[in-house]
């Protein structure tokens, strides 16, 4: 029989147990530690790789914390081929920069890169694409670099971004390519209205994914959904300005995976070009779209609010007419205004 002495006596012994368990099932790794620089302008790179091969070499469930300030990154890749750990935060209250001049990472397909990895979470923080210049050069008509992705996830899985702010990114704001369950909440995605080819988020050949309670104004799509994505979840979402919702353009190529299972619900569109639209290129194509659902969708002072082109060619060049990408079951329950 146990004294009541005792079990007086093992209860500090226990908490202590268990608050050191809890220590060492979480480690942080600060970029300023490792030699990042809040000012803008000294590249932090190396710092935020460095914290990324730490965090990818722990047991435990790591943060990589970036606390305020702005920090310059050149074109970076966080690589999860090699990680072993599927637990990665990371927490930034600051700001990440892109180099100032577009020329840097302009042809470079993606400024910040995560690569295959499973279980990274991004929460809050922003990302200022500094683009700006590279639209100018563009709408000049002058030869310019295509530009750089914000952001971009590939072949990646269980990402969670959360509360994250994407500025003026050279070209699309936010790529989820050939990933499976991916949740992004609370997003907010801004660029002018006139910033050319930059898609605020653009999903492509995932599966279960999600974009929720989020804001974005761009000068093309909001959201533009590409071929092979199925099970993707948009809700709660103001538009505008911007092009709208698009699945497509779909149909380039002959043998393209299909579109299906897409909920789009609860979305305001603002002073866009679109509401919600599917287009899919004049061309033969066994690709297809079915079981999609807009429903609840207000627009305000949207010059097109439901498209579904099968003819799209957008010079008008050489069109060769031909409409085989199949569209089927298509339910749209929306409220205009």
Known sequence: MVKKNSIIFLLPLLFIFFFQSSLAASIT????????????????????????????????????????????????????????????????????????????????????????????????????????????????????????????????????????????????????????????????IMAAGNSPNTDGIHVQLSTSVSILNSRISTGDDCISIGPGNSNLWIENVACGPGHGISIGSLGWDLQEPGVQNVTVKTVTFKGTQNGVRIKTWARASNGFVKSVLFQHLVMDNVQNPVIIDQNYYPNNKNCPGQVQLFVEYFVCLAFLI
């Open 29 to 188: 790794y600060n970029v300023v530690s490792l030699g990042a620089k809040a000012d803008g302008k000294s590249d932090s790179s190396k710092a935020f790789l460095s914290a990324w091969a730490a965090a990818c070499g722990s047991a435990n469930p790591a943060t990589i914390y970036v606390p305020n300030g702005r920090f310059l990154l050149g074109r970076i890749t966080f690589a999860g081929q090699t990680c072993k750990n599927t637990r990665i935060t990371f927490r930034i209250d600051g700001t990440l920069v892109a180099p100032s001049n577009y020329n840097v990472i302009g042809n470079s397909g993606n400024w910040i890169t995560f690569q295959r990895v499973t279980g990274v979470s991004v929460l809050g923080g922003t990302l200022d694409g500094q683009g700006t210049g590279l639209w100018s050069c563009k709408n000049s008509g002058k030869n310019c670099p295509t530009g750089a992705t914000s952001l971009g996830f590939y072949n990646s899985n269980n990402i969670v971004v959360n509360g994250l702010t994407s500025l003026n990114s050279q070209m699309f704001h936010i790529i989820i390519y050939a990933c499976r369950n991916a949740k992004l909440q609370g997003t907010k």
